[in-house]
C-alpha cells in the first residue's frame, strides 16, 4: 500500500483511533449545502428606525420600493403585516432572510385591536407549518415561523406605554421577544441606564417573558462567558441604526452627523448596536430551538387539548387547482407525472406483448 493510501485512512496511523470525531464536520458540511431560514418580525411605531436598523444589521436593502405614507395615511392605516425575503450569502454560507415588518402598529388613536393581525400572522404560520408536517413531503418543509420579534420601545417616554406591556403580555407565550431601545443617541448615557431599568422593573412586575440567553456551560471558554455577560446586561438593547458611511479620523464607519460629532453606529462605546447583532447571530440556533421546541409544541399541544383534529394537507392536485403551490411541490408534481406516465406506457407494452403471444 503507498503512503498516500495510508493517509487517507488515519486510523492505520493511529492506533485506537476510530474516526467519529470527524460527525460535526459531516454535519457542519450538510448544514452549509442545505443553507439556513431564519424569520425575524419588527414590531414598533412608526419612525423608530425599524427598516434602517434591520438594513443595517444584515448589510442589505430589504425595502428597496417602499414609500413612507403621510401623516393622513398614517391616520387611516390599519396593522398590515408584509413580509421581505432576501438570500444572504457569506464566506459560502447561504441564509434565507425573511423580515417581517408591521406597518401602522401603534399609530391609531385606539389601538386595542393593533395586536389581534400579529396574533393572527403567528398562528397561521404554526398552522401552516403543522399542515406541512401532516403532509407526504415532508422534507422540504419551508419553516416560515416567527423566530424572533424586536420589540420597538420609545426613548422619548419615561417606560413601557399600556400597548407595550399588552403587546408583550398577548406574545411571549407565541414568539421570542428581544425588547429594543430605538434612537438611543437622544438620550446622555446616565438617562438610557435609568429607561432600562425601569423597563426591566415594569417588565417583570407585568409577569413578561423575554427571550432570555442560555446559560453558559462550565467547559466554556471565559472569552464567551464574557461575552454572554455583556450580553445580558444589555437588555434591553439601546440602538440607533444609519446606512451611511463617513469617514472619521481616517477611517470609513456607519454613523449619523450631528452639530457636536458622529454617533458610531458600530462602536460599543456609543450603543448596543453591536451586542444586539452579536446576540442574534451567535444564538440564531438557540431561538430556533426555543420556537420549535417551546412556542410551536405549545401551539400543537393546545390544538390537540382542544380535540381539534391535525388539519389535512391539500394534495398537489388540489393545490394546483386553487394555485397555491410552491416550486418544490411544482417539481414534485411535474415527477409524478411523468412516473405515471411510464406507468401507462409500461402497462401498454405489456398489453401488446400478451397480445403477440
Keep these: 500500500m503507498s503512503n498516500e493510501s495510508v493517509k487517507n485512512f488515519p486510523s492505520i496511523e493511529t492506533p485506537g483511533y476510530v474516526g467519529f470525531a470527524n460527525l460535526p464536520n459531516q454535519v457542519h458540511r450538510k448544514s452549509v449545502k442545505k443553507g439556513f431560514e431564519f424569520t425575524l418580525m419588527v414590531v414598533g411605531e412608526s419612525g423608530l428606525g425599524k427598516s434602517t436598523l434591520v438594513n443595517a444589521l444584515f448589510l442589505t436593502d430589504l425595502y428597496p420600493e417602499r414609500v413612507v405614507p403621510d401623516a393622513i395615511e398614517k391616520s387611516k392605516q390599519t396593522v398590515k403585516l408584509e413580509p421581505s425575503t432576501v438570500e444572504i450569502e457569506e464566506r459560502g454560507v447561504k441564509l434565507r432572510l425573511t423580515v417581517v415588518d408591521t406597518p401602522g402598529f401603534g399609530d391609531a388613536i385606539d389601538n386595542t385591536d393593533s395586536f389581534t393581525e ?44 399600556p400597548l407595550d406591556i399588552e403587546f408583550m403580555k398577548q406574545l411571549h407565550n407565541k414568539v421570542n421577544i428581544v425588547p429594543v431601545i430605538a434612537k438611543a443617541d437622544v438620550l446622555t448615557r446616565k438617562e ?166
Excluded at 250 to 265: A, Q
Aim: proline share 3%; with cysteine; charged share 30%.
Design 118 to 161: 400579529i396574533i393572527r400572522y403567528i398562528d397561521e404560520q404554526f398552522e401552516r407549518f403543522l399542515r406541512d408536517e401532516s403532509g407526504l413531503n415532508r422534507k422540504n418543509i419551508m419553516d416560515n415561523r416567527i423566530h424572533c420579534c424586536f420589540y420597538f420601545i420609545s426613548p422619548f417616554g419615561h417606560g413601557l406605554k
Design 192 to 357: 438610557m441606564q435609568k429607561l432600562k431599568k425601569t423597563i426591566l422593573d415594569e417588565i417583570s412586575a407585568n409577569g413578561i417573558r423575554i427571550y432570555s440567553l442560555p446559560e453558559c456551560d462550565s467547559d466554556e471558554d471565559e472569552e464567551y462567558k464574557e461575552q454572554v455577560k455583556q450580553l445580558k446586561q444589555a437588555v434591553p438593547f439601546a440602538v440607533c441604526g444609519a446606512n451611511t458611511l463617513m469617514e472619521v479620523r481616517g477611517r470609513k464607519v456607519r454613523g449619523r452627523l450631528y452639530p457636536w460629532g458622529v454617533v458610531e453606529v458600530e462602536n460599543p462605546e456609543h450603543c448596543d448596536f453591536i451586542k444586539l447583532r452579536t446576540m442574534l447571530i451567535t444564538h440564531m440556533q438557540d431561538l430556533q430551538e426555543i420556537t420549535q421546541q417551546v412556542h410551536y409544541e405549545n401551539y400543537r399541544s393546545e390544538r390537540l387539548a382542544k380535540g381539534v383534529p391535525a388539519p389535512k394537507r391539500n394534495t398537489l392536485i388540489e393545490e394546483k387547482a386553487s394555485g397555491a403551490i410552491n416550486d418544490k411541490d411544482r417539481i414534485l408534481l411535474e415527477k409524478e407525472a411523468e412516473l405515471k406516465r411510464m406507468q401507462e406506457m409500461l402497462a401498454a407494452m405489456q398489453a401488446k406483448m400478451q397480445q403477440q403471444q
